[in-house]
């Protein structure tokens, strides 16, 4: 079950988690993990206009 919409002011921080449909990997090998990870801090800017301070991949 999704999880309800927080505070979205100025300035402030968010923890985001994202996870794969019933949980499954969102990427396939360290190849597809290194693409994934290269694009993700320009995509959050351009698309959202927001910095990207830190994130991490982990495997479910």
Known sequence: MPRGTGLDSPG?????????IEKRE????????GI???GMGSVVV??????LIVFFVCAN
């Open 46 to 51: 351009e698309v959202w206009g927001i910095w």
């Open 12 to 20: 402030t921080l968010h923890h985001v988690i994202i996870r794969g």
């Open 36 to 38: 994934f990870v290269s």
């Open 26 to 33: 969102i990427v396939a090998d360290d190849k597809d993990r």
